[in-house]
């Protein structure tokens, strides 16, 4: 099983926030930035940005598929 990290980076001045969504399992590790604007409390923050990094990976679980010919 993953574990995955969720890291504040910076506060940018447009109102997005950066974070790096670190995930490490038994094959590596990754780490993903991912900017999002404010949502006003950091539990929403963090929701937003993990749903951010989900999506991602299933984009990636379905271009590996298809690039692997496997259904």
Same mark, same amino acid.
């Given at each position: 099983? *993953?574990?995955? +990290? $969720? %890291? #504040?980076?910076? +506060?940018? =001045?447009?109102g /997005?926030l950066l974070?790096?969504? #670190?995930v @490490?399992? @038994? *094959?590596? #590790? %990754? +780490?993903? =930035? %991912?900017? %999002? /604007?404010?949502q006003?409390?950091? @539990?929403?923050?963090?929701?937003?940005?993990?749903?951010?990094? $989900?999506d991602?990976? #299933? +984009? $990636?679980e *379905?271009a590996?598929r298809l /690039? $692997?010919?496997?259904?």
């Open positions: 099983m *993953a574990n995955t +990290e $969720l %890291i #504040r980076v910076e +506060e940018r =001045p447009d /997005r974070f790096n969504v #670190r @490490t399992g @038994t *094959a590596g #590790r %990754i +780490e993903l =930035p %991912i900017a %999002i /604007r404010d006003g409390s950091n @539990t929403s923050n963090e929701t937003a940005v993990f749903q951010c990094a $989900l991602f990976a #299933r +984009e $990636l *379905a590996f /690039r $692997l010919g496997v259904k």
